[in-house]
Every structure is written in structure tokens, then in C-alpha cells.
């Protein structure tokens, strides 16, 4: 049996095209040997993972500095011209998609300063603020791509249910995962989405995944309680599909507070009708 790469931290874990098809030289090539062969150096398999890097970015030397983080290279390659700032790789990805993902912020701001355009799609349609929330979650990368002209784009297709909701069913959520929630909400992002395909909210994805920490996020984002998808089921009532039992117990309470809250309110609203009539 093949043994599994081994993951170099000074590249692999930020590397865009570990996690694409294998292409001559990429970085899933550099170290699937067998498990009796001797472990080459640190050093070597750095030298390996730049080799490869280089050529899959065509030798563009600004793509390389923005993946490695290169902050005194890509300062100088930005001073080159718009030629230099504005280019793509092989499969449609600009500097800054390196750089959210290699999480040098000093590296991302000089990319976005110097006119980079944050809303860039690469061929399969992923943004540098996709990647960020996808990649490598930070809220203040997040924060200064919106600052600086990032949007949450429109659905491409019916079936496309849109960067919120991906990113919400990828959620554990961490403390700053729950902050880039809000920002995204603060952004535009719809809690109660009437375009989701198959009218499945954030909420029922939470409900299915037994998540009760996204759950009372995303109710404290206005996530409506009673929201129903194309099977006519409430988030509680997917809970109980999938028996999730915690999420059951948090929408039973949750369901029976709105009920005591428009009871009263509606008793209110006749006390003060009967009193306004005497």
C-alpha cells in the first residue's frame, strides 16, 4: 500500500496545488515513495516544493513570493507594473489567491493596494475571499478583502448554494469562525435565504450536523425558527430526521419560549384593545 505524502508545514499546508490534480513535478509527486526509502532532508524537500511551485506558475515569479509569503520579493515585483500585478496561473488564480492562503497579511494588503481585485474567480470558481473561508478561515483577512472592494457574489446556477451556506456546513464553529459568521451577516449575507436551493437554510444544515453552538449563532443572527425546506420540515423536525438529539432538545426549548412570547404578547395586545374600547 502507497504510503500517504508526508505534509511539509513550511509549504504543504498553504500549498493551492496540494490539493489539485497531480501534474508533473506538483507537490502530491515530491514524496509518494515507498515507506522503506530514506527520508530526504527538510532542506531538499523545500527545494522540492519551490521547483514545483515554479512550475506551476510558469516560472511567474510574483505568484511564487505571494504563495511563499515573500514580502521584500513581491514588494518589488509590485513596483514592475500592472503587467506584473494583474497576472493568473494555469488554472485562473492571481497573486492575492497565493497570498490569502500563504497568511501573510502584510503580503495580502500590498497585493490589494496595489489594485489587485479581490473579486477574481479562478477556473473553478473560487474568489480569494472563497479561499479564505474555505482555506484558511481568519476574520481579519476576511475583513480587509471586503474593505478593500471584496463582495459575496451572486449564485451562478439554482443548484449553487452560495459561500454563507458552505461556509456555515463547514463551521465546527471556533471563536473565530463565530466572528466571521456576523461579519458576513454585517456583509450581506442572507441568515433566511429564499433562493437556497431546495429552500434548505443555514439553520437546517446546522440541525441535520447536530452543531448547538452554530445553531444558537445562528438564531442570534435571526436564522427564523421555523424555516421550512422543499420537504416541508422545520430545522427541529430534520433534527429529529437525522436524530440529532441535542439539536431536538435546543429547537423544543427555542420553539416553546416563541410560543410563551406570543401567547403573552397576544394577550397584551387584547388587554390593551379591551381597555382602549371601556
Known amino acids: 500500500m502507497t504510503s500517504r505524502p508526508r505534509r511539509i508545514r513550511q509549504w504543504s499546508e498553504t500549498s493551492l496545488d496540494v490539493n489539485i490534480p497531480s501534474l508533473p513535478g506538483s507537490p502530491r509527486e515530491l514524496d509518494g515513495g515507498s515507506s522503506n526509502e530514506s527520508v530526504p532532508s527538510t532542506e531538499d524537500l523545500q527545494q522540492k516544493y519551490k521547483r514545483a511551485i515554479e512550475f506551476l506558475h510558469s ?39 497565493f497570498a490569502v492562503c500563504s497568511g501573510n497579511m502584510r503580503v495580502v494588503t500590498m497585493l490589494l493596494k496595489a489594485g489587485v481585485n479581490p473579486n477574481i474567480k479562478d477556473n473553478v470558481g473560487m474568489t480569494p475571499l472563497s479561499l479564505c473561508l474555505m482555506r484558511r478561515p481568519m476574520w481579519k483577512t476576511a475583513n480587509l478583502l471586503f474593505q478593500h472592494g471584496a463582495v459575496l457574489l451572486t449564485r451562478m446556477t439554482p443548484m449553487d448554494t452560495g459561500l454563507f451556506i458552505q461556509f456555515v456546513m463547514m463551521c465546527i464553529p471556533t471563536k473565530e469562525e ?20 431546495g429552500q434548505r437554510q443555514p439553520l437546517h ?43 431536538m432538545a435546543i429547537f423544543e426549548a427555542l420553539e416553546g419560549e416563541y410560543d410563551r412570547r406570543d401567547s403573552e404578547t397576544a394577550s397584551n395586545v387584547t388587554a390593551y384593545e379591551h381597555f382602549n374600547l371601556s
Open 59 to 97: 516560472d511567474n515569479e510574483l505568484l511564487i513570493a505571494a504563495e511563499m509569503g515573500d514580502e521584500e520579493m513581491t514588494r518589488k515585483l509590485i513596483r514592475k507594473g500592472a503587467s506584473t500585478v494583474h497576472c493568473k496561473d494555469h488554472l485562473g488564480r492571481n497573486a492575492l489567491h
Open 178 to 197: 463565530e466572528r466571521i459568521l456576523r461579519l458576513l451577516v454585517e456583509k450581506g449575507a442572507l441568515v433566511n435565504d429564499p433562493e437556497a436551493p
Open 205 to 247: 444544515f446546522a440541525a441535520m450536523s447536530n452543531n448547538c453552538t452554530l445553531i444558537r449563532i445562528l438564531i442570534d443572527l435571526g436564522a427564523d425558527l421555523y424555516a421550512k425546506n422543499h420537504r416541508n420540515e422545520t430545522p427541529r423536525q430534520v433534527a429529529a430526521t437525522f436524530k440529532c438529539k441535542e439539536a
